[in-house]
């Protein structure tokens, strides 16, 4: 059973415009939610994360939004950039459990 | 130094063989990871150590032995593999090991078992 879902597995936006990335969750006892990125034969790089007790985090072009009653989150990267091409995963911790669990992925391609 | 750094990048074995792979860091961190992930697949934990101690193990067939020799350090010696365990074997980081934490990862071993 998915605890983390990414439903979407694949997505191609235009350069300069806005890519939004989504991810649903089924536990409700995960209070922690990370998102990473990762090139083909590389090891996944971390991008920004949000703790349950906000609804909002932005780094830079990245922006993460949480919505703990739909038990959705979502990636938005603003303006997307073709070196933004890769697989974004989406993945969550249970309190203080020490296993981050991962969504299946969105493989991202961004168009010049 | 914010890097996790995993050798070899790459390994072909036979099913007979033993090897290693090794995985250090310098951040001072003190919990360490190994995760496998199939073309396509999310990473899938396999152990966890924390202060060197091994605290989590999924369920992981004993054809797979991790080793921790201090803080540092982290390897994963195979024996007698199929060749369903080829994937790419990450290593990953984290201050402390207790959750609510973001894991760095090294860019992995690709394995492939004949």
């Known amino acids: 059973d998915q605890q983390v879902k990414q439903n979407s597995p694949s997505l191609s936006v235009q350069e300069g415009r806005i890519s939004i990335l989504n991810c649903d969750y089924t536990?409700?006892?995960?209070?922690?939610f990370l998102w990473y990125k990762k090139y083909p034969a590389e090891g996944p790089t971390f991008l920004i994360s949000i703790s349950s007790i906000k609804d909002k985090n932005e780094d830079g072009r990245f922006t993460v939004f949480l919505n703990k009653s739909a038990k959705h989150l979502s990636l938005h990267i603003v303006p997307s950039q073709p070196g933004d091409s890769a697989v974004y995963f989406c993945a969550a911790y249970p309190g203080s459990a020490r296993q981050l669990t991962f969504g299946s992925g969105t493989q991202l391609t961004v168009l010049p | 130094d914010t890097e996790v750094t995993q050798t070899p990048k790459h390994l072909v074995m036979g099913m007979t063989n033993k090897k290693s792979l090794k995985c250090e860091q310098h951040?001072?961190?003190?919990?360490m990871y190994w995760y496998k992930q199939k073309a396509k697949k999310p990473p899938e934990l396999m152990f966890v150590y924390s202060y060197e101690k091994l605290s989590i193990n999924e369920s992981v067939p004993s054809r797979f032995s991790p080793e921790c020799p201090n803080s540092s350090l982290l390897n994963l010696h195979l024996h007698a593999l199929q060749p369903e365990d080829s994937a790419l074997y990450l290593c990953?980081?984290?201050?402390?090991?207790?959750?609510?934490?973001?894991?760095?990862f090294g860019s992995g071993t690709q394995l492939s078992v004949l």
């Open positions: 990953a980081s984290s201050l402390r090991g207790t959750g609510n934490e973001k894991l760095f």
């Open positions: 951040m001072g961190h003190r919990a």
């Open positions: 536990n409700s006892m995960f209070d922690y």
